[in-house]
């Protein structure tokens, strides 16, 4: 390796003469001690690098960033293997400053020579991680996850939550592949992530109405929150305080969340009794003690919920009395309206309840002015994003409201311009989002043009002048 020592720094002298500089001239153009910069450039054996002086040089001779870095990366490693992750780290960090994952690439292969930098690969991963350097770290991860050979080790399973959390995007089909990939290392996750991690997969299968494995993950994240509550209380119970858990919500919301993906596959399958259950549970969480300054609101974000939750369970039982109960509370709360009218459609569909004066009642939600855009572009529901962490589910739910809507169109056989435009809107969607739900869809599209047919033939004995 002693020839890549020479050629960085034969380069340098050579661009160093070139331009005409002396040792004394260059070392105060560069801000190099003259000292150092001759003990660096020629010391026998050369005094090494740094990538701070080599950058000092560059900027000095007005190369471009990054000049000479392929060559700096090689003198970083030597015959013996050994490598000096102490000059390696900040050439990486300024390959990621400068987007060099060619180099950054390069420069991996070469330390994963020697598995023990596997540590200091990883821990770099999370350093950036925390500075929102996420294509950057998720080279890193990639490379931890590709050469960790202990499959149970945290930092593979924290590595693999990484990756899975900068996967997830708008696309339902893409998100649920991501968890696919990532589900077999949850249990190896730390806490804090742990409990993020269990609700977004619960939150995915969610999406892809897969009820039985979204009620496994809102059993597993109930549980978890309830445990690590337990433990918090059982150690103040004790005299001591327990080591803080860096959450991003409060635990009572994780907790909460658990019961909510549970409710929903019991609603989903039936089990209203469950259901029921499991809403009580929801209202009555004012035992949950934390201190966390938005723990009350969590609180009575769930009891709100659980009183329209508690009325889409009864009008799926068939009681219609609930439905016009369901419908005042919607018009004291529109913004509840895109999942209070999936839950009215539905109830409408399964008991063949007429919901006319409710749909007039919302058709802005139903509706938007972007549904009437040109469908080359695709179909956006930018306005209903606000407010949700969640996109996927947002985009889910439109797709559900007008599924429903279709198909109680076509229970009353009625067929217009706006169902057209809703159709047009829902394939579009589907195919963009949630290609998964296609099969349903072209079953429920092959019904609706089967009613279309009659009544523009109809609509054309009526108006025999319109051609």
């Known amino acids: 390796m002693q020839k890549h020592f020479t050629t960085l720094r034969h380069e340098l002298e050579a661009e160093i003469a070139r331009q005409g500089y002396s040792l004394s001239s260059f070392s105060k153009v560069s801000g190099i001690n003259r000292g150092i910069l001759s003990s660096t450039l020629n010391g026998s054996p050369p005094k090494p690098m740094s990538i701070n002086q080599l950058d000092k040089m560059i900027h000095a001779l007005n190369k471009p960033e990054g000049w000479l870095y392929e060559k700096f ?3 970083c490693f030597n ?4 490598t000096n992750w102490r000059r390696v780290r900040p050439l990486l960090l300024r390959c990621v400053e400068l987007g060099r994952n060619d180099l950054i690439t390069r420069i991996l292969g070469l330390l994963m020579e020697d598995p023990n ?13 925390d500075t929102e350097q996420d294509s950057a770290s998720i080279m890193l991860y990639r490379c931890v996850i590709e050469n960790e050979r202990n499959y149970q080790s945290e930092r593979l399973a924290i590595s693999q939550y990484r990756i899975f959390r900068a996967a997830l995007s708008h696309n339902i089909e893409h998100n649920l592949r991501a968890a696919l990939a990532f ?3 949850r249990t190896q996750l730390p806490v804090q992530l742990k ?3 269990l609700l977004k997969l619960g939150n995915i299968f969610y999406t892809v109405q897969d009820w039985e494995v979204t009620g496994q993950y809102g059993k597993e994240l109930h549980e978890l929150a309830k445990r690590v509550y337990d433990y918090r209380q059982a150690s103040q119970r004790k005299g001591y305080q327990p080591k803080a858990i860096p959450l991003e919500e409060p635990l009572v919301y994780y907790y909460g969340q658990g019961l909510t993906l549970r409710f929903s596959a019991h609603k989903y399958h039936e089990r209203y009794d469950e259901a029921r259950q499991l809403l009580d549970q929801l209202a009555n969480l004012d035992w949950f003690d934390d201190h966390h300054p938005t723990n009350q609101q969590h609180i009575e974000r769930f009891r709100f919920f659980t009183s329209f939750n508690r009325l889409s369970v009864e009008m799926l039982s068939g009681n219609s009395e609930a439905l016009s109960e369901y419908a005042a509370l919607l018009r004291a709360h529109p913004e509840e309206a895109l999942t209070g009218l999936h839950a009215i459609l539905q109830a409408a569909n399964k008991h063949d309840f007429n919901v006319d004066s409710t749909l007039e009642d919302h058709e802005h939600v139903l509706y938007p002015f972007e549904i009437f855009g040109d469908a080359a572009t695709g179909y956006t529901y930018t306005a209903a994003f606000e407010g949700f962490k969640d996109e996927s589910i947002v985009i889910s739910r439109y797709v559900n409201v007008y599924y429903e809507l279709a198909i109680y169109y076509c229970n009353r056989k009625i067929y217009d311009q706006r169902l057209e435009n809703i159709l047009l809107a829902l394939e579009t969607t589907i195919v963009k989002y949630n290609r998964g739900r296609i099969i349903d869809c072209l079953n429920l599209f092959k019904k609706l043009r089967e009613l279309r047919e009659p009544l523009e033939i109809k609509q054309a004995k009526c108006n025999p002048d319109s051609n």
């Open 73 to 75: 990366a090689q003198e």
């Open 79 to 82: 015959e013996s293997g050994k």
């Open 117 to 129: 930098h596997i540590s200091h690969v990883f821990e770099l991963a999370e350093e950036l991680s």
């Open 183 to 185: 589900e077999p290392f």
């Open 195 to 197: 409990l993020e991690a």
